[in-house]
């Protein structure tokens, strides 16, 4: 199997909440991180947690780390038509290369 | 403003021509990296630079080539380009060991 797991789509309706879900192989991983990319765009750095602390906040984002598990989550408030992207989790552990899974497409829709 | 810079944004060669993509940064960062993206698929690594040491991916086919002539510019280089090297191809870097990566925009490579 991969080594970072994620849904392939996700559609929810403009307003509600997303949760986006990977999972991840590498139990060394010490930075596991979450990218977002727009259609013909590079990827953009959302937010990332350190694998010490298990959830980290930051405006509309929420992550959630279940090291046990190898299970991390991005929530998104409020969710907007312009959070219509790609979702990248990527890890990385003792070496310093990222990992990435196959992102999730976030379609929002009115 | 950019800090990782890839140049062309859209890029077109004829099969088996030839051809380099670009990338520079303003970050000071030691390590940079190539990725090459193709729809649906999670980004994967062709290889990347820890200062001037150059790290190539195992699977990575010999018609892929990288320089890096000083910190700011890395090129990829595409011997011969086949329509399956037909790709969205991503340049990142990153400071020290641990830390994020950044990304560029990104270029569209399109074989013909």
């Known amino acids: 199997g991969e080594d970072v797991e994620q849904s392939l789509f996700l559609s929810v309706r403009e307003g509600d909440s997303s949760v986006i879900n990977c999972t991840y192989t590498?139990?060394?991983?010490?930075?596991l991180y979450w990218y977002k990319q727009e259609p013909g765009a590079g990827l953009q750095l959302l937010t990332y947690?350190?694998?010490?602390?298990d959830m980290k906040q930051d405006q509309r984002l929420t992550v959630l780390l279940n090291k046990k598990d190898k299970h991390l989550s991005l929530r998104i408030a409020d969710t907007q038509t312009g959070d219509s992207a790609i979702y990248f989790c990527?890890?990385?552990?003792?070496?310093?290369?990222?990992?990435f899974g196959r992102g999730t497409s976030l379609i929002v829709h009115p | 403003d950019a800090m990782v810079i890839q140049n062309p944004r859209y890029q077109v060669t004829q099969f088996g021509k030839p051809v380099t993509l670009s990338c520079s940064q303003t970050?000071?960062?030691?390590?940079m990296y190539w990725y090459q993206q193709k729809s649906s698929q999670a980004p994967k690594l062709l290889f990347h630079?820890?200062?001037?040491?150059?790290?190539n991916e195992a699977d990575t086919p010999d018609n892929f080539q990288s320089r890096r002539p000083n910190t700011s510019f890395c090129f990829l280089d595409i011997r011969s380009p086949g329509l399956g090297d037909a790709a969205m191809y991503l340049c990142?870097?990153?400071?020290?060991?641990?830390?994020?990566?950044?990304f560029g925009q990104g270029t569209r490579l399109t074989v013909v």
């Open positions: 990142a870097t990153s400071g020290v060991p641990n830390t994020e990566a950044f």
């Open positions: 590498d139990s060394s991983s010490t930075y």
């Open positions: 947690i350190f694998s010490n602390m």
């Open positions: 990527a890890e990385r552990g003792g070496s310093y290369i990222p990992t």
């Open positions: 970050l000071n960062h030691n390590v």
């Open positions: 630079y820890y200062d001037k040491d150059f790290n």
